[in-house]
Antibody
Framework: EVQLVESGGGLVQPGRSLKLSCAAS????????MAWVRQAPTKGLEWVAY????????YYRDSVKGRFTISRDNAKSTLYLQMDSLRSEDTATYYC???????????WGQGVMVTVSS | DTVLTQSPALAVSPGERITISCRAS??????LHWYQQKPGQQPQLLIY???NLESGVPARFSGSGSGTDFTLTIDPVEADDSATYFC?????????FGGGTKLGLK
């Protein structure tokens, strides 16, 4: 059974940093594109970033470019999202997902909440 | 960005047939996918490539469409189908989601 378990969320002040982690099991992690998708409270879904299987290619939505960094450690089967210069509009539940051939998000973690507030 | 428009809410009785629509502001070919999200849970992939049923998803779910108009059909609806349904496209950059359709049961 595929499991994606996020951690690292919490309450942070605007302008500060936070790093999310996602531990994967039940799949050959190094063979999967991975992504982060977020959902603001009572809002819809929004793709944030994705990373290629080897980590050499990354892609971000415009609103997080230059502030967020996606990375992975295939030896540890773990995905990361470093979030710097956080803003109130980054407040959301962040989901770690597999990203099948950069088409659709087939496996999802349970999500981790990030709240940016003073 | 490609905007995906969905009806905000629908209500249906168990045993009936329901269609949920997703209209794209520009062509997305068949790169349109559907997800189900129950309260307090993560989304789950139902349909990929407009009409392909994800493994393990009941055959009561089906999808159709291409270009700009797509539908998700549930037939027959069961009580467990009460959820919010999102469409998502990956033909145009950036990939976008619809606002979701909340399906309630009468």
């Amino acid at each position: 059974e595929v499991q994606l378990v996020e951690s690292g969320g919490g309450l942070v002040q605007p302008g500060r940093s936070l790093k999310l982690s996602c531990a994967a099991s039940g799949l050959t992690f190094r063979n999967f594109y991975m992504a982060w998708v977020r959902q603001a409270p009572t809002k819809g879904l929004e793709w944030v970033a994705y990373i290629s299987t080897g980590g050499g290619s990354t892609y971000y939505r415009d609103s997080v470019k230059g502030r967020f960094t996606i990375s992975r450690d295939n030896a540890k089967s773990t995905l990361y999202l470093q979030m710097d210069s956080l803003r109130s509009e980054d407040t959301a539940t962040y989901y770690c997902t597999t990203f099948y051939n950069r088409n659709y998000f087939d496996y999802w973690g349970q999500g981790v909440m990030v709240t940016v507030s003073s | 960005d490609t905007v995906l428009t969905q009806s905000p809410a629908l209500a249906v009785s168990p045993g009936e047939r329901i269609t949920i629509s997703c209209r794209a502001s520009e062509n997305v070919n068949t790169r349109l996918h559907w997800y189900q999200q129950k309260p307090g849970q993560q989304p789950q992939l139902l349909i990929y490539g407009a009409s392909n049923l994800e493994s393990g998803v009941p055959a009561r779910f089906s999808g159709s469409g291409s270009g700009t108009d797509f539908t998700l059909t549930i037939d027959p609806v069961e009580a467990d189908d009460s959820a919010t349904y999102f469409c998502q496209q990956n033909w145009n950059d950036p990939w976008t989601f619809g606002g979701g359709t909340k399906l309630g049961l009468k």
